[in-house]
Protein backbone atom coordinates (compact mmCIF):
# COMPACT_ATOMS: atom_id res chain seq x y z
CA UNK A 1 0.00 0.00 0.00
CA UNK A 2 2.76 2.24 0.70
CA UNK A 3 4.53 1.45 -2.29
CA UNK A 4 1.32 2.62 -4.58
CA UNK A 5 0.71 6.03 -2.43
CA UNK A 6 4.68 6.68 -2.99
CA UNK A 7 3.96 6.22 -6.80
CA UNK A 8 0.86 8.45 -6.97
CA UNK A 9 3.19 11.30 -5.30
CA UNK A 10 6.15 10.63 -8.16
CA UNK A 11 3.56 10.69 -10.39
CA UNK A 12 1.72 14.05 -9.46
CA UNK A 13 5.26 15.66 -8.15
CA UNK A 14 6.64 15.01 -11.95
CA UNK A 15 3.32 15.69 -13.43
CA UNK A 16 3.01 19.40 -12.29
CA UNK A 17 6.67 19.62 -13.70
CA UNK A 18 6.01 18.35 -16.64
CA UNK A 19 2.74 20.81 -17.18
CA UNK A 20 4.73 23.71 -16.37
CA UNK A 21 6.97 22.45 -19.14
CA UNK A 22 4.60 21.90 -22.12
CA UNK A 23 3.26 25.52 -21.16
CA UNK A 24 6.41 27.28 -22.02
CA UNK A 25 7.41 29.11 -25.10
CA UNK A 26 9.99 27.33 -26.88
CA UNK A 27 13.78 28.46 -26.05
CA UNK A 28 14.34 31.84 -28.05
CA UNK A 29 17.94 30.29 -28.68
CA UNK A 30 16.54 27.60 -30.22
CA UNK A 31 14.49 29.95 -32.80
CA UNK A 32 17.15 31.93 -33.65
CA UNK A 33 19.31 28.66 -34.68
CA UNK A 34 16.43 27.91 -37.19
CA UNK A 35 16.50 31.41 -38.38
CA UNK A 36 20.37 31.33 -39.26
CA UNK A 37 19.91 28.01 -40.79
CA UNK A 38 17.52 29.48 -42.93
CA UNK A 39 19.17 32.30 -43.95
CA UNK A 40 22.39 30.08 -44.94
CA UNK A 41 20.24 27.91 -47.16
CA UNK A 42 18.67 31.34 -48.62
CA UNK A 43 21.96 32.72 -49.61
CA UNK A 44 23.16 29.85 -51.49
CA UNK A 45 25.59 28.44 -48.19
CA UNK A 46 22.76 26.06 -47.64
CA UNK A 47 24.45 23.10 -49.24
CA UNK A 48 27.06 22.43 -46.58
CA UNK A 49 24.68 22.34 -44.16
CA UNK A 50 21.70 20.29 -46.03
CA UNK A 51 20.27 17.33 -44.87
CA UNK A 52 21.28 13.59 -46.38
CA UNK A 53 18.22 13.39 -47.54
CA UNK A 54 17.85 16.85 -49.38
CA UNK A 55 21.35 16.03 -50.49
CA UNK A 56 19.79 13.03 -52.29
CA UNK A 57 17.30 14.23 -53.63
CA UNK A 58 19.60 17.10 -55.40
CA UNK A 59 21.78 14.76 -56.86
CA UNK A 60 18.60 12.75 -57.93
CA UNK A 61 17.41 16.10 -59.60
CA UNK A 62 21.01 16.84 -61.00
CA UNK A 63 21.00 13.54 -62.84
CA UNK A 64 17.47 12.97 -63.46
CA UNK A 65 17.76 9.56 -62.51
CA UNK A 66 14.27 8.53 -62.01
CA UNK A 67 13.67 9.70 -65.81
CA UNK A 68 16.94 8.25 -67.34
CA UNK A 69 15.93 5.05 -66.18
CA UNK A 70 13.68 3.13 -69.24
CA UNK A 71 9.58 3.30 -67.84
CA UNK A 72 8.47 -0.27 -67.56
CA UNK A 73 4.73 -0.89 -68.86
CA UNK A 74 4.36 -2.04 -65.40
CA UNK A 75 5.90 -1.86 -62.15
CA UNK A 76 5.56 -5.20 -60.62
CA UNK A 77 4.12 -3.67 -57.02
CA UNK A 78 1.34 -2.17 -58.92
CA UNK A 79 0.64 -4.61 -61.65
CA UNK A 80 -2.54 -6.22 -62.22
CA UNK A 81 -1.25 -9.36 -63.08
CA UNK A 82 -2.62 -9.21 -66.75
CA UNK A 83 -0.55 -8.03 -69.43
CA UNK A 84 -0.59 -5.34 -71.84
CA UNK A 85 -3.31 -5.80 -74.91
CA UNK A 86 -1.78 -4.85 -78.04
CA UNK A 87 -5.17 -4.21 -79.31
CA UNK A 88 -5.59 -1.98 -76.70
CA UNK A 89 -5.50 1.71 -76.99
CA UNK A 90 -3.70 3.81 -74.55
CA UNK A 91 -6.24 5.53 -72.24
CA UNK A 92 -6.74 9.62 -70.45
CA UNK A 93 -7.48 8.37 -67.12
CA UNK A 94 -9.42 10.92 -65.66
CA UNK A 95 -9.48 11.21 -61.63
CA UNK A 96 -12.49 12.78 -59.65
CA UNK A 97 -12.05 14.57 -56.63
CA UNK A 98 -15.32 14.74 -55.37
CA UNK A 99 -17.52 15.64 -52.15
CA UNK A 100 -20.99 13.60 -53.05
CA UNK A 101 -21.56 13.65 -56.62
CA UNK A 102 -20.79 14.57 -60.21
CA UNK A 103 -23.79 17.33 -61.20
CA UNK A 104 -22.37 16.78 -64.79
CA UNK A 105 -22.32 13.09 -65.40
CA UNK A 106 -24.30 13.11 -68.73
CA UNK A 107 -22.08 15.34 -69.92
CA UNK A 108 -18.80 13.54 -68.85
CA UNK A 109 -20.33 10.45 -70.51
CA UNK A 110 -20.90 11.41 -73.65
CA UNK A 111 -17.69 12.94 -73.78
CA UNK A 112 -16.23 9.49 -72.74
CA UNK A 113 -18.79 8.19 -75.12
CA UNK A 114 -16.68 9.83 -78.10
CA UNK A 115 -13.47 8.11 -77.29
CA UNK A 116 -15.28 4.87 -78.33
CA UNK A 117 -15.66 5.46 -81.69
CA UNK A 118 -13.79 3.12 -84.23
CA UNK A 119 -11.98 6.06 -85.42
CA UNK A 120 -10.25 7.25 -82.12
CA UNK A 121 -7.35 6.01 -81.12
CA UNK A 122 -7.64 6.33 -77.65
CA UNK A 123 -9.61 5.90 -74.99
CA UNK A 124 -10.97 7.26 -71.29
CA UNK A 125 -10.73 5.54 -68.16
CA UNK A 126 -12.61 6.56 -64.78
CA UNK A 127 -11.18 7.00 -61.40
CA UNK A 128 -13.67 8.78 -58.55
CA UNK A 129 -12.39 9.38 -54.79
CA UNK A 130 -16.03 10.75 -52.95
CA UNK A 131 -15.49 12.56 -49.51
CA UNK A 132 -18.96 10.93 -49.41
CA UNK A 133 -19.43 8.24 -51.66
CA UNK A 134 -22.61 6.82 -50.26
CA UNK A 135 -24.14 10.22 -51.74
CA UNK A 136 -23.42 8.94 -55.02
CA UNK A 137 -26.66 9.20 -57.02
CA UNK A 138 -25.71 6.78 -60.11
CA UNK A 139 -24.76 2.93 -60.27
CA UNK A 140 -21.76 4.25 -62.68
CA UNK A 141 -20.96 6.90 -60.11
CA UNK A 142 -20.45 4.25 -57.47
CA UNK A 143 -18.84 2.10 -60.07
CA UNK A 144 -15.91 3.96 -60.64
CA UNK A 145 -15.32 4.52 -56.83
CA UNK A 146 -11.42 3.57 -56.24
CA UNK A 147 -10.69 0.70 -54.17
CA UNK A 148 -8.13 -1.20 -52.09
CA UNK A 149 -6.85 -4.60 -52.37
CA UNK A 150 -10.07 -6.06 -50.30
CA UNK A 151 -12.31 -4.16 -52.31
CA UNK A 152 -13.40 -1.53 -49.20
CA UNK A 153 -13.55 2.10 -51.09
CA UNK A 154 -10.65 4.39 -50.17
CA UNK A 155 -11.68 7.52 -48.48
CA UNK A 156 -9.80 9.91 -46.74
CA UNK A 157 -12.64 12.25 -46.00
CA UNK A 158 -10.53 15.07 -47.47
CA UNK A 159 -11.70 18.58 -45.98
CA UNK A 160 -10.31 21.77 -48.16
CA UNK A 161 -6.91 23.14 -47.25
CA UNK A 162 -6.03 19.50 -45.53
CA UNK A 163 -3.25 16.77 -46.26
CA UNK A 164 -5.98 15.00 -47.01
CA UNK A 165 -6.41 16.22 -49.54
CA UNK A 166 -3.42 15.78 -51.42
CA UNK A 167 -3.54 12.08 -49.83
CA UNK A 168 -6.52 11.34 -51.87
CA UNK A 169 -5.35 13.10 -54.97
CA UNK A 170 -1.97 10.84 -55.17
CA UNK A 171 -4.42 7.48 -54.09
CA UNK A 172 -6.26 8.69 -57.20
CA UNK A 173 -2.77 8.35 -60.06
CA UNK A 174 -2.04 5.42 -57.99
CA UNK A 175 -5.13 3.22 -58.14
CA UNK A 176 -5.16 4.92 -62.32
CA UNK A 177 -1.38 3.35 -62.63
CA UNK A 178 -2.57 -0.14 -61.67
CA UNK A 179 -4.04 -0.09 -65.48
CA UNK A 180 -0.95 -0.59 -68.02
CA UNK A 181 -3.15 1.56 -70.74
CA UNK A 182 -2.94 4.42 -68.59
CA UNK A 183 -0.97 7.05 -70.32
CA UNK A 184 -2.13 10.32 -69.27
CA UNK A 185 -3.66 11.26 -66.19
CA UNK A 186 -5.66 14.31 -65.15
CA UNK A 187 -6.97 15.78 -62.03
CA UNK A 188 -10.98 16.98 -62.21
CA UNK A 189 -13.72 18.17 -59.82
CA UNK A 190 -17.25 18.00 -59.64
CA UNK A 191 -17.45 21.33 -61.24
CA UNK A 192 -15.51 20.74 -64.22
CA UNK A 193 -17.14 20.08 -68.09
CA UNK A 194 -15.18 19.16 -71.19
CA UNK A 195 -14.72 22.32 -73.57
CA UNK A 196 -13.71 20.61 -76.64
CA UNK A 197 -14.71 17.35 -77.83
CA UNK A 198 -12.21 14.21 -77.28
CA UNK A 199 -10.40 13.96 -80.51
CA UNK A 200 -9.26 17.35 -80.10
CA UNK A 201 -8.74 16.73 -76.42
CA UNK A 202 -6.56 13.35 -77.09
CA UNK A 203 -4.80 15.15 -79.96
CA UNK A 204 -3.53 17.91 -77.39
CA UNK A 205 -2.79 15.50 -74.89
CA UNK A 206 -0.53 13.06 -76.92
CA UNK A 207 0.99 15.77 -78.92
CA UNK A 208 3.96 15.07 -76.78
CA UNK A 209 5.59 13.34 -73.77
CA UNK A 210 5.38 16.01 -71.56
CA UNK A 211 2.55 16.60 -68.74
CA UNK A 212 1.08 20.04 -67.90
CA UNK A 213 1.58 22.18 -65.37
CA UNK A 214 1.60 25.43 -65.03
CA UNK A 215 4.23 26.02 -62.44
CA UNK A 216 6.45 28.58 -60.28
CA UNK A 217 8.55 29.01 -57.96
CA UNK A 218 8.84 32.77 -57.31
CA UNK A 219 5.73 33.49 -54.93
CA UNK A 220 3.12 36.14 -56.29
CA UNK A 221 1.87 37.39 -52.96
CA UNK A 222 1.85 36.73 -49.29
CA UNK A 223 -0.17 33.81 -49.52
CA UNK A 224 2.16 31.79 -51.44
CA UNK A 225 5.17 32.71 -49.59
CA UNK A 226 3.32 31.23 -46.38
CA UNK A 227 2.34 28.22 -48.49
CA UNK A 228 5.90 27.58 -49.70
CA UNK A 229 7.85 28.18 -46.64
CA UNK A 230 5.11 25.69 -45.01
CA UNK A 231 7.51 22.75 -46.86
CA UNK A 232 9.41 21.16 -44.25
CA UNK A 233 12.97 22.12 -45.80
CA UNK A 234 15.00 19.51 -43.99
CA UNK A 235 13.32 16.96 -46.31
CA UNK A 236 12.97 18.81 -49.54
CA UNK A 237 15.56 21.21 -51.29
CA UNK A 238 14.44 24.36 -51.27
CA UNK A 239 15.21 25.17 -55.14
CA UNK A 240 12.66 22.62 -55.51
CA UNK A 241 9.75 23.72 -54.16
CA UNK A 242 6.78 25.33 -56.84
CA UNK A 243 3.23 26.18 -57.06
CA UNK A 244 0.87 25.47 -59.53
CA UNK A 245 -2.81 25.20 -59.73
CA UNK A 246 -4.41 21.27 -58.73
CA UNK A 247 -5.90 20.36 -62.05
CA UNK A 248 -3.04 19.33 -64.23
CA UNK A 249 -2.03 16.45 -66.26
CA UNK A 250 0.93 14.24 -65.56
CA UNK A 251 2.28 11.69 -68.06
CA UNK A 252 2.34 8.29 -67.22
CA UNK A 253 6.24 8.11 -67.07
CA UNK A 254 6.26 11.22 -64.73
CA UNK A 255 3.54 10.07 -62.57
CA UNK A 256 5.50 6.55 -61.87
CA UNK A 257 8.26 8.62 -60.94
CA UNK A 258 6.47 10.53 -58.71
CA UNK A 259 4.20 8.75 -56.76
CA UNK A 260 6.01 4.78 -57.21
CA UNK A 261 9.40 5.65 -57.66
CA UNK A 262 10.87 8.60 -55.63
CA UNK A 263 8.76 6.57 -52.36
CA UNK A 264 10.36 3.82 -53.18
CA UNK A 265 13.51 5.43 -53.92
CA UNK A 266 13.58 7.55 -50.34
CA UNK A 267 11.63 4.51 -48.39
CA UNK A 268 9.64 6.29 -47.10
CA UNK A 269 6.76 9.30 -48.27
CA UNK A 270 6.98 12.38 -49.30
CA UNK A 271 3.23 13.95 -48.79
CA UNK A 272 4.03 14.31 -44.87
CA UNK A 273 6.69 17.07 -45.49
CA UNK A 274 3.73 18.81 -46.82
CA UNK A 275 1.03 18.43 -43.67
CA UNK A 276 1.82 22.21 -42.35
CA UNK A 277 1.36 23.76 -45.93
CA UNK A 278 -2.32 25.24 -46.48
CA UNK A 279 -3.54 23.38 -49.60
CA UNK A 280 -0.60 21.43 -50.16
CA UNK A 281 -2.56 19.95 -53.01
CA UNK A 282 -0.93 23.39 -55.11
CA UNK A 283 2.99 22.60 -53.81
CA UNK A 284 3.14 18.83 -53.27
CA UNK A 285 2.95 17.45 -56.97
CA UNK A 286 4.66 20.50 -58.74
CA UNK A 287 7.95 20.13 -56.24
CA UNK A 288 7.82 16.70 -56.99
CA UNK A 289 8.10 17.52 -60.46
CA UNK A 290 10.91 19.19 -59.60
CA UNK A 291 12.67 16.42 -56.78
CA UNK A 292 12.42 14.15 -60.44
CA UNK A 293 13.93 16.80 -62.32
CA UNK A 294 11.22 17.07 -65.00
CA UNK A 295 10.73 20.92 -63.80
CA UNK A 296 14.32 22.51 -64.30
CA UNK A 297 13.86 26.42 -64.10
CA UNK A 298 10.79 28.68 -63.61
CA UNK A 299 10.33 29.53 -67.37
CA UNK A 300 10.02 27.60 -70.26
CA UNK A 301 13.49 26.76 -71.66
CA UNK A 302 14.28 28.21 -74.98
CA UNK A 303 15.40 24.70 -75.98
CA UNK A 304 12.40 22.80 -75.09
CA UNK A 305 14.86 20.41 -72.44
CA UNK A 306 11.96 20.51 -69.77
CA UNK A 307 9.62 17.82 -69.28
CA UNK A 308 6.74 19.79 -68.85
CA UNK A 309 4.63 22.13 -70.50
CA UNK A 310 3.46 25.23 -68.73
CA UNK A 311 0.10 25.21 -69.55
CA UNK A 312 -3.27 24.75 -67.49
CA UNK A 313 -5.33 21.54 -68.51
CA UNK A 314 -8.57 23.60 -66.84
CA UNK A 315 -9.31 26.91 -68.00
CA UNK A 316 -10.70 29.23 -64.60
CA UNK A 317 -11.75 32.34 -64.75
CA UNK A 318 -10.11 35.27 -62.10
CA UNK A 319 -11.22 38.15 -63.89
CA UNK A 320 -13.74 38.88 -60.62
CA UNK A 321 -10.56 38.83 -58.38
CA UNK A 322 -11.29 37.78 -54.86
CA UNK A 323 -10.47 34.50 -53.27
CA UNK A 324 -12.41 31.74 -55.38
CA UNK A 325 -12.69 32.17 -59.49
CA UNK A 326 -15.76 32.99 -61.30
CA UNK A 327 -18.58 30.84 -61.53
CA UNK A 328 -20.25 30.03 -64.78
CA UNK A 329 -24.03 30.14 -64.99
CA UNK A 330 -23.72 28.95 -68.72
CA UNK A 331 -21.42 27.51 -71.88
CA UNK A 332 -20.66 30.17 -74.20
CA UNK A 333 -18.26 30.86 -77.04
CA UNK A 334 -16.51 33.37 -74.89
CA UNK A 335 -15.72 29.83 -72.68
CA UNK A 336 -14.32 28.02 -75.25
CA UNK A 337 -12.46 30.85 -77.42
CA UNK A 338 -10.62 31.95 -73.59
CA UNK A 339 -10.13 28.46 -72.75
CA UNK A 340 -9.27 26.14 -75.53
CA UNK A 341 -8.45 28.09 -78.61
CA UNK A 342 -6.36 30.67 -76.89
CA UNK A 343 -5.44 28.79 -73.42
CA UNK A 344 -5.11 25.06 -75.52
CA UNK A 345 -6.95 23.84 -72.36
CA UNK A 346 -9.39 20.93 -72.08
CA UNK A 347 -11.75 20.78 -69.27
CA UNK A 348 -12.96 24.73 -67.81
CA UNK A 349 -14.50 24.96 -63.92
CA UNK A 350 -16.52 26.04 -62.18
CA UNK A 351 -20.00 25.23 -63.28
CA UNK A 352 -22.56 24.79 -60.58
CA UNK A 353 -25.05 22.15 -60.92
CA UNK A 354 -27.91 22.71 -63.79
CA UNK A 355 -25.72 25.73 -65.97
CA UNK A 356 -25.09 23.22 -68.30
CA UNK A 357 -27.22 20.64 -70.19
CA UNK A 358 -26.89 18.70 -73.26
CA UNK A 359 -28.68 20.94 -75.30
CA UNK A 360 -26.26 23.90 -74.79
CA UNK A 361 -22.71 21.56 -74.40
CA UNK A 362 -23.33 19.58 -77.36
CA UNK A 363 -23.97 22.33 -80.32
CA UNK A 364 -19.82 23.13 -78.97
CA UNK A 365 -18.30 19.28 -78.43
CA UNK A 366 -19.81 17.08 -80.56
CA UNK A 367 -17.77 14.30 -82.55
CA UNK A 368 -19.49 15.35 -86.03
CA UNK A 369 -21.48 12.63 -85.86
CA UNK A 370 -24.52 15.43 -84.44
CA UNK A 371 -26.60 12.94 -82.00
CA UNK A 372 -29.90 14.65 -80.71
CA UNK A 373 -30.06 15.23 -76.87
CA UNK A 374 -32.41 12.23 -77.16
CA UNK A 375 -30.24 10.21 -79.23
CA UNK A 376 -27.77 10.67 -76.21
CA UNK A 377 -29.91 9.98 -73.65
CA UNK A 378 -31.29 6.98 -75.01
CA UNK A 379 -27.44 5.67 -75.32
CA UNK A 380 -26.90 6.44 -71.70
CA UNK A 381 -29.75 4.66 -70.87
CA UNK A 382 -29.24 1.03 -72.34
CA UNK A 383 -25.27 1.58 -71.45
CA UNK A 384 -26.60 2.05 -67.91
CA UNK A 385 -28.72 -0.79 -68.35
CA UNK A 386 -25.86 -2.96 -69.79
CA UNK A 387 -23.56 -2.28 -67.41
CA UNK A 388 -26.02 -2.29 -64.94
CA UNK A 389 -26.58 -6.22 -65.34
CA UNK A 390 -22.57 -7.14 -66.15
CA UNK A 391 -21.33 -5.07 -63.17
CA UNK A 392 -23.90 -6.45 -60.85
CA UNK A 393 -22.56 -10.03 -62.02
CA UNK A 394 -18.60 -8.58 -61.72
CA UNK A 395 -19.41 -7.08 -58.09
CA UNK A 396 -21.51 -9.76 -56.80
CA UNK A 397 -17.94 -12.30 -57.52
CA UNK A 398 -15.47 -9.20 -56.12
CA UNK A 399 -17.44 -9.41 -52.67
CA UNK A 400 -17.96 -13.38 -52.91
CA UNK A 401 -13.84 -13.10 -53.56
CA UNK A 402 -13.01 -10.67 -51.06
CA UNK A 403 -15.11 -13.09 -48.31
CA UNK A 404 -13.48 -15.93 -48.97
CA UNK A 405 -9.96 -14.42 -48.51
CA UNK A 406 -11.50 -12.97 -46.12
CA UNK A 407 -12.31 -15.96 -44.08
CA UNK A 408 -9.21 -17.42 -45.38
CA UNK A 409 -6.96 -14.60 -43.62
CA UNK A 410 -8.56 -15.54 -40.72
CA UNK A 411 -8.60 -19.18 -40.80
CA UNK A 412 -4.88 -18.73 -41.87
CA UNK A 413 -4.02 -16.39 -38.64
CA UNK A 414 -6.04 -19.08 -36.08
CA UNK A 415 -3.49 -21.61 -37.31
CA UNK A 416 -0.91 -18.99 -36.88
CA UNK A 417 -1.76 -18.49 -33.25
CA UNK A 418 -0.03 -21.60 -32.39
CA UNK A 419 3.43 -20.52 -33.82
CA UNK A 420 2.40 -16.62 -31.84
CA UNK A 421 4.60 -13.54 -32.92
CA UNK A 422 6.86 -12.44 -30.09
CA UNK A 423 5.71 -8.70 -30.44
CA UNK A 424 2.43 -6.88 -30.44
CA UNK A 425 0.99 -3.71 -31.65
CA UNK A 426 -1.65 -1.79 -30.18
CA UNK A 427 -3.10 0.83 -32.05
CA UNK A 428 -5.63 3.32 -31.47
CA UNK A 429 -6.97 4.07 -35.36
CA UNK A 430 -9.51 6.54 -36.04
CA UNK A 431 -11.07 6.54 -39.71
CA UNK A 432 -7.58 7.93 -41.29
CA UNK A 433 -5.23 5.90 -39.55
CA UNK A 434 -1.97 5.03 -41.46
CA UNK A 435 -1.35 1.82 -40.41
CA UNK A 436 -3.59 0.83 -43.14
CA UNK A 437 -2.14 2.89 -46.00
CA UNK A 438 1.01 1.35 -44.11
CA UNK A 439 0.06 -2.17 -44.46
CA UNK A 440 0.55 -2.99 -41.19
CA UNK A 441 -2.25 -6.32 -41.69
CA UNK A 442 -0.01 -7.55 -44.26
CA UNK A 443 0.49 -11.37 -43.01
CA UNK A 444 3.65 -12.42 -45.32
CA UNK A 445 6.18 -10.87 -43.84
CA UNK A 446 6.14 -9.26 -40.09
CA UNK A 447 7.24 -10.70 -36.93
CA UNK A 448 4.37 -8.32 -34.83
CA UNK A 449 0.40 -9.34 -33.83
CA UNK A 450 -1.93 -6.35 -34.76
CA UNK A 451 -4.44 -5.31 -32.57
CA UNK A 452 -6.65 -2.65 -33.64
CA UNK A 453 -8.89 -0.31 -31.39
CA UNK A 454 -11.36 1.43 -33.72
CA UNK A 455 -12.77 4.98 -32.16
CA UNK A 456 -14.56 5.99 -35.33
CA UNK A 457 -18.28 5.18 -36.30
CA UNK A 458 -17.89 4.63 -39.90
CA UNK A 459 -19.37 0.70 -40.41
CA UNK A 460 -16.58 0.36 -44.23
CA UNK A 461 -14.13 1.79 -42.34
CA UNK A 462 -14.74 -1.02 -38.89
CA UNK A 463 -15.05 -3.79 -41.11
CA UNK A 464 -12.43 -3.09 -42.65
CA UNK A 465 -10.06 -3.08 -39.44
CA UNK A 466 -11.82 -6.04 -38.25
CA UNK A 467 -10.66 -7.93 -41.47
CA UNK A 468 -7.12 -6.96 -41.35
CA UNK A 469 -6.38 -7.13 -37.46
CA UNK A 470 -5.48 -9.89 -35.47
CA UNK A 471 -7.58 -8.66 -32.58
CA UNK A 472 -10.06 -5.93 -32.80
CA UNK A 473 -12.00 -3.48 -30.22
CA UNK A 474 -14.22 -0.95 -31.06
CA UNK A 475 -14.73 1.83 -27.89
CA UNK A 476 -14.10 5.54 -27.96
CA UNK A 477 -12.67 7.91 -25.36
CA UNK A 478 -9.12 9.08 -25.24
CA UNK A 479 -6.00 6.85 -26.28
CA UNK A 480 -4.79 5.91 -22.91
CA UNK A 481 -7.90 5.17 -21.67
CA UNK A 482 -8.34 3.25 -24.74
CA UNK A 483 -4.98 1.22 -24.02
CA UNK A 484 -6.02 0.52 -20.55
CA UNK A 485 -9.51 -1.02 -21.46
CA UNK A 486 -7.87 -3.11 -24.41
CA UNK A 487 -4.91 -4.19 -21.42
CA UNK A 488 -7.83 -5.38 -18.93
CA UNK A 489 -9.45 -7.72 -21.39
CA UNK A 490 -9.68 -11.17 -20.81
CA UNK A 491 -6.60 -13.17 -22.23
CA UNK A 492 -8.92 -14.76 -24.29
CA UNK A 493 -9.83 -11.90 -26.12
CA UNK A 494 -6.20 -10.27 -26.03
CA UNK A 495 -3.32 -12.11 -24.52
CA UNK A 496 -0.80 -9.13 -24.69
CA UNK A 497 0.97 -11.10 -21.50
CA UNK A 498 2.32 -13.78 -23.64
CA UNK A 499 4.02 -11.57 -25.98
CA UNK A 500 7.74 -10.18 -25.86
CA UNK A 501 7.42 -6.31 -26.71
CA UNK A 502 4.24 -4.25 -26.75
CA UNK A 503 4.41 -1.42 -28.83
CA UNK A 504 1.14 1.77 -28.31
CA UNK A 505 1.58 3.95 -31.55
CA UNK A 506 -0.43 6.91 -32.24
CA UNK A 507 -2.35 6.52 -35.80
CA UNK A 508 -0.48 9.42 -37.09
CA UNK A 509 2.60 7.61 -37.67
CA UNK A 510 4.42 6.44 -41.15
CA UNK A 511 6.64 3.87 -40.89
CA UNK A 512 6.86 0.84 -43.07
CA UNK A 513 6.59 -2.82 -42.04
CA UNK A 514 10.04 -3.30 -43.02
CA UNK A 515 11.03 -0.96 -40.67
CA UNK A 516 8.78 -1.86 -37.98
CA UNK A 517 10.67 -5.43 -38.25
CA UNK A 518 13.80 -4.14 -38.10
CA UNK A 519 12.51 -2.08 -34.66
CA UNK A 520 11.67 -4.71 -32.58
CA UNK A 521 14.42 -7.03 -33.46
CA UNK A 522 16.91 -4.05 -32.80
CA UNK A 523 14.94 -3.96 -29.54
CA UNK A 524 15.61 -7.59 -28.50
CA UNK A 525 19.27 -7.93 -29.50
CA UNK A 526 19.51 -5.33 -27.48
CA UNK A 527 17.49 -6.28 -24.70
CA UNK A 528 15.54 -2.86 -24.38
CA UNK A 529 13.34 -2.21 -21.31
CA UNK A 530 11.87 1.03 -23.43
CA UNK A 531 11.95 2.22 -26.69
CA UNK A 532 10.58 4.16 -29.77
CA UNK A 533 11.75 4.70 -33.39
CA UNK A 534 13.62 7.91 -34.15
CA UNK A 535 11.82 10.83 -36.03
CA UNK A 536 12.24 12.33 -38.89
CA UNK A 537 12.84 16.23 -38.55
CA UNK A 538 9.31 17.21 -39.23
CA UNK A 539 6.56 17.75 -36.42
CA UNK A 540 8.44 17.42 -33.70
CA UNK A 541 8.50 18.51 -30.26
CA UNK A 542 11.41 17.22 -28.72
CA UNK A 543 14.93 18.03 -30.69
CA UNK A 544 16.67 15.17 -29.08
CA UNK A 545 14.29 12.29 -30.53
CA UNK A 546 15.24 13.63 -34.14
CA UNK A 547 16.78 10.55 -36.34
CA UNK A 548 20.71 10.56 -36.14
CA UNK A 549 21.35 8.42 -39.21
CA UNK A 550 25.16 7.47 -38.25
CA UNK A 551 23.59 5.29 -35.32
CA UNK A 552 21.22 2.35 -34.92
CA UNK A 553 20.37 3.11 -31.40
CA UNK A 554 20.87 5.84 -28.09
CA UNK A 555 20.68 5.16 -25.10
CA UNK A 556 18.13 8.17 -23.34
CA UNK A 557 16.11 9.29 -20.60
CA UNK A 558 13.31 10.34 -22.22
CA UNK A 559 10.73 8.16 -24.24
CA UNK A 560 8.29 9.96 -26.21
CA UNK A 561 4.60 9.19 -24.99
CA UNK A 562 3.44 9.24 -29.16
CA UNK A 563 4.69 5.79 -29.67
CA UNK A 564 6.55 3.67 -26.78
CA UNK A 565 7.75 0.22 -26.67
CA UNK A 566 7.76 -1.72 -23.76
CA UNK A 567 9.42 -5.10 -22.73
CA UNK A 568 6.87 -6.99 -21.47
CA UNK A 569 8.33 -7.29 -17.87
CA UNK A 570 8.54 -3.39 -18.53
CA UNK A 571 5.19 -3.20 -19.27
CA UNK A 572 3.99 -5.25 -15.70
CA UNK A 573 6.33 -2.67 -14.00
CA UNK A 574 4.48 0.09 -14.84
CA UNK A 575 1.27 -0.98 -14.97
CA UNK A 576 0.17 0.99 -12.10
CA UNK A 577 0.69 4.07 -13.70
CA UNK A 578 -1.86 3.39 -16.48
CA UNK A 579 -4.78 1.62 -14.27
CA UNK A 580 -5.83 4.95 -12.88
CA UNK A 581 -9.26 6.40 -14.05
CA UNK A 582 -7.08 10.11 -14.51
CA UNK A 583 -4.75 8.94 -16.99
CA UNK A 584 -6.55 10.06 -20.18
CA UNK A 585 -3.80 11.81 -22.31
CA UNK A 586 -1.01 10.69 -21.48
CA UNK A 587 1.19 13.29 -19.80
CA UNK A 588 4.19 12.74 -17.63
CA UNK A 589 3.89 8.98 -18.57
CA UNK A 590 7.41 9.90 -20.97
CA UNK A 591 8.84 11.01 -18.03
CA UNK A 592 7.84 8.70 -15.53
CA UNK A 593 8.24 5.57 -16.90
CA UNK A 594 12.06 6.17 -17.51
CA UNK A 595 12.16 6.96 -13.48
CA UNK A 596 10.34 3.50 -12.34
CA UNK A 597 12.94 1.70 -14.73
CA UNK A 598 15.64 3.09 -13.31
CA UNK A 599 16.76 4.67 -16.61
CA UNK A 600 18.24 1.16 -17.66
CA UNK A 601 18.22 0.32 -20.90
CA UNK A 602 15.71 3.01 -22.67
CA UNK A 603 16.59 4.36 -26.01
CA UNK A 604 15.57 5.52 -29.42
CA UNK A 605 15.91 3.61 -31.89
CA UNK A 606 17.75 5.52 -34.99
CA UNK A 607 17.82 2.89 -37.65
CA UNK A 608 14.19 2.89 -38.08
CA UNK A 609 12.59 6.42 -38.07
CA UNK A 610 9.32 7.24 -38.44
CA UNK A 611 7.04 10.60 -39.19
CA UNK A 612 4.84 12.15 -37.58
CA UNK A 613 2.41 13.22 -39.99
CA UNK A 614 0.49 15.92 -37.87
CA UNK A 615 1.88 18.96 -37.31
CA UNK A 616 2.47 19.94 -33.16
CA UNK A 617 0.13 21.81 -31.13
CA UNK A 618 0.55 24.03 -28.51
CA UNK A 619 -0.41 23.08 -25.14
CA UNK A 620 -4.20 24.82 -24.27
CA UNK A 621 -5.47 23.85 -20.98
CA UNK A 622 -9.30 25.84 -22.37
CA UNK A 623 -9.07 23.23 -25.45
CA UNK A 624 -12.18 20.87 -26.20
CA UNK A 625 -9.98 17.84 -25.34
CA UNK A 626 -8.36 18.92 -22.11
CA UNK A 627 -11.83 20.55 -20.97
CA UNK A 628 -13.73 17.56 -21.41
CA UNK A 629 -11.23 14.95 -19.91
CA UNK A 630 -10.42 17.60 -17.22
CA UNK A 631 -6.75 17.75 -17.75
CA UNK A 632 -4.22 19.90 -16.77
CA UNK A 633 -5.80 21.96 -14.26
Avoid at 281 to 302: Q, R
Avoid at 563 to 587: M, Y
Wanted: one cysteine or more; glycine letters at 4%; a positive charge.
Amino acid sequence: MSKRKSSNDLFSGLLAKHSKHKRRRRDPKQRAKMLERDKRQSSGAGEMYATPQVTKLRLLRKNKTLLSTPTPSSHSSLSTGNKINKDSKPSVALCFLIVEDIPHERIWREWIRQSNNKSSNYSVDVYIHAKFPEKLKTKWARKHLIRDNNGQVINFKPNWGAIEVTRALLKLFEVALKNNNVQRLCYVSESCIPICNFENASKLLFETEKSWLKAYQTPVDGYDTMMMNAVNRSAIPRECVYKCDTWVMLTRKHAEACIIDLPSFLKSPLWPHFSKVKVADEICLPTLMAVIGAIDSEKEPENGGDGIIRRKVTYVDWSEGGAHPKTFTNLTQNVIDKGFKEGKAIFARKFKEGAVDLHTWLPFCNDGIHLTVDDVELLDDNSENNNSASTTGITSTTILDSKTTTVAKINNDSKIQKIKKKNLIIICAGDNSLHHENCWYTRTYRNFDLCVVYYGNDPTVENRYQCESTYFVKRQGPKWQLIRHALKLPNTSLPWREYEYIWLPDDDLSISVESINDFFSIAKEYKLNLCQPSLVDLNVEHKLLIQRPNNILRFTNFVEIMAPCLHITALKHVWGTLDEDRIKSGWCLDLVWPHLLNYKRVAVVDKTPMIHTRPVTAFNPNGFFYQKYNIGT
